[in-house]
């Protein structure tokens, strides 16, 4: 039982460059979501899924895309990669969308330049 | 949405209880309260949650105060591996429903000193 599990660890863009963030859970866990942070911040929510085929926007969607085609994966699609993409992005899962504990992944590091 | 205030940083003797306060006076009736903590750059990990009862698990106790609008996570014998940011979380608003997505604050940094 792996839990929630991310690649790459990390990874330099240039500016423009496109690229998409893995995260896969094997908890048959729902809901899914994806966070980013920045330095001394809080997480911010970009995208969450209810399940396979929905999934709908968070606090920060701009320049983010999603899909969930099966229950395991929720991939993350950077299109135009900017500076201010440059973030920690966490996956995590849950089985329930409330009271219950939402399980993280270690994180992808993205550096845009 | 539950906005939750913490103070930035603590600081707590290794072996000793240590307290952490959040205040959090908008919250509705029927909103949990989430702890979660971050050690150094590692995802965030889940302690605790409540609602109007005090919890207890094997990680922390959550102790809510009757009017709801503050609470304290207490962790019992606090070892060097606390060392983390702490969390206290409260649930976005939609119209009169809670969603259930977290609402992370910038949490407070524990540094459990020997």
């Known amino acids: 039982n792996a839990g929630v599990t991310q690649t790459p660890k990390f990874r330099i863009l240039k500016i423009g460059q496109s690229m998409t963030l893995q995260c896969t859970q094997d908890?048959?866990?729902?809901?899914m979501y994806w966070y980013r942070q920045d330095p001394g911040m809080g997480l911010k929510l970009i995208y969450y899924s209810v399940g396979a085929g929905i999934t709908d926007k968070g606090e920060v969607p701009n320049g983010y895309n999603v899909s969930r085609s099966t229950t395991e994966d929720f991939p993350l699609r950077l299109e135009l990669a900017a500076p201010s993409q440059t973030s920690v992005y966490f996956c995590a899962s849950s089985l329930a969308e409330r009271g219950e504990t939402q399980y993280f992944g270690p994180g992808t590091r993205l550096l845009v330049l | 949405d539950a906005k939750t205030t913490q103070p930035p940083s603590m600081d707590c003797a290794e072996g000793r209880a240590a307290n952490l306060p959040c205040n959090h006076s908008?919250?509705?009736?029927?909103?949990?309260v989430y702890w979660y903590r971050q050690i150094h750059s590692q995802g965030p990990q889940y302690i605790i949650h409540?609602?109007?009862n005090n919890e207890t698990n094997e990680m922390a106790s959550l102790i809510i105060t009757e009017d709801r609008k503050s609470s304290t996570l207490i962790l019992p014998h606090a070892t060097l591996r606390d060392t983390a940011v702490y969390y206290c979380?409260?649930?976005?608003?939609?119209?009169?429903?809670?969603?259930?997505?977290?609402?992370f604050g910038q949490g407070t940094t524990l540094q459990v000193k020997p």
């Open positions: 908890m048959n866990h729902n809901y």
């Open positions: 979380i409260g649930e976005e608003r939609y119209g009169s429903s809670n969603t259930g997505k977290l609402i």
């Open positions: 908008t919250i509705s009736g029927n909103e949990y």
């Open positions: 409540g609602l109007k």
